[in-house]
Structure formats: structure tokens, C-alpha cells
């Protein structure tokens, strides 16, 4: 007679998700501070959807349905990207009607530029290295679309190198990076699609930014 074996794949370190979900529901509310003529209709409807698809990963994850916890969670951060870029869009629009104050220029500005650091975090923290999931599988996080600084130490000289793995506050310093200095830091992008991300987060800033400083030469 002999014993059944599981076929599950082991997991050896799983990654919390609450810091992933805690910036998903900041840039929900981030989004919910803007005023409804930069939103796709009521404000709490991108929250409200938002919280939905947030439900469903988690639900879906915690059923053990990995595969369809990633697809889910590209959705969230699908939508997420393209209520930012609508928000954004109406903001560049208004800008010659005057249609807001200064006030709530800087406000909707401040609240866009955070929304872009936090959504492309999501980005990078669902996508690199074939996801939290795909990460959770591995010993340790030695390949991805990022070259992290504890990937390129020797286990000899620091011994929690073996089994260390990104979080989302790994892939949030990075956008943050990313949306300040408009470039990467102390890590190197390796992959073509996280690239391009990036290049696309930067242009966001870089116009988010320059914005505030047109209407500031105009006020001035």
C-alpha cells in the first residue's frame, strides 16, 4: 500500500497581502477625495469597485485559486491605471476653463501624483516574478524584472540573503522612486515590460508635476 502524496506545490515563505490591499485602498480613497468632474461618474463608484475586485482576490486567494487571484488583481490594477489616466485627462482639460481653484488644483494634483506611486507599485508587485503567488513557491527571490540589492549579496556574507523575497513596500520604495527622481535607484531594471512601466509612471509625475508648475507661472 503505499501513500498519497499531494500534488500542491510547497509553499516556503508566504508574502502577508494586507500591505498590497492597504495601497489599494489608499489610492481608493485618494480617488474618492477628487472632486466628481474628475471622475468617471460618482465618486464612489470607482471605490466602490475597486473594494470589489479588492474582495474577490482575497477570496480567491484564500480559496487556494492562485490563478485566478492574479487575474483578478490585474483587473484591480487595470482599472485603477485607467481611472487615473481619466482623472488626469479631465484635470489637462480644465486646465484653460479655470474650471478649479488653485486650492483644489494643488489638492487633485497631490492626490493624482500619489495614486500614480501607489498603482504602479501594484503593478510591479503583481507582476514581477510571476507574482506574489510565484514568489511564495520559491526558497528565495534570485531572478525578476528587478535586480534588488539582496539578490546580488553572497548567503557566506549575509545569511538572511538566501531566503529573502520582495514585499510591497519593497515595489512601493521603488515607484516612489521612480515618481521623484523619474529613474530607478539602487534598483536596475532587467525586464522590457517593467520598462516600459516605468517609463509610463514617470511620464505621469513628469506631467502631473508639470502641471502645478504651469498654473503656479499663471497665478504668479
Not at 163 to 189: E, I, Q
Request: aromatic share 10%.
Amino acid at each position: 500500500m503505499t501513500n498519497d502524496r499531494s500534488n500542491t506545490p510547497k509553499v516556503f515563505q508566504a508574502e502577508p497581502r494586507w500591505p498590497a490591499a492597504l495601497g489599494v485602498l489608499a489610492t481608493a480613497l485618494l480617488f474618492l477625495s477628487l472632486p466628481e468632474r474628475l471622475t468617471a461618474g460618482p465618486n464612489w463608484l470607482i471605490l466602490a469597485v475597486i473594494c470589489i475586485l479588492l474582495v474577490a482576490a482575497a477570496a480567491t486567494h484564500r480559496a487556494g485559486n492562485a490563478r485566478l487571484s492574479f487575474y483578478v488583481g490585474l483587473l484591480l490594477s487595470s482599472v485603477m491605471t485607467a481611472a487615473m489616466i481619466w482623472s488626469l485627462g479631465a484635470l489637462v482639460a480644465g486646465l484653460p476653463k479655470k474650471s478649479e481653484s488653485p486650492t483644489e488644483l494643488l489638492r487633485s494634483a497631490s492626490a493624482l501624483w500619489l495614486s500614480n506611486i501607489l498603482v504602479f507599485a501594484s503593478w510591479y508587485w503583481r507582476l514581477d516574478a510571476g507574482g506574489p503567488h510565484s514568489r511564495d513557491l520559491r526558497e528565495s527571490h534570485s531572478e525578476g524584472a528587478f535586480l534588488f540589492p539582496q539578490m546580488t549579496q553572497r548567503p557566506s556574507a549575509n545569511p538572511k540573503a538566501r531566503a529573502w523575497k520582495p514585499g510591497f513596500m519593497d515595489y512601493l520604495f521603488l515607484a516612489f522612486n521612480t515618481s521623484t527622481a523619474f529613474s530607478p535607484t539602487d534598483v536596475p531594471v532587467l525586464s522590457r515590460w517593467a520598462k516600459a512601466l516605468m517609463m509610463v509612471q514617470s511620464l505621469i509625475s513628469l506631467g502631473t508635476i508639470a502641471i502645478l508648475a504651469a498654473r503656479a507661472v499663471n497665478i504668479l
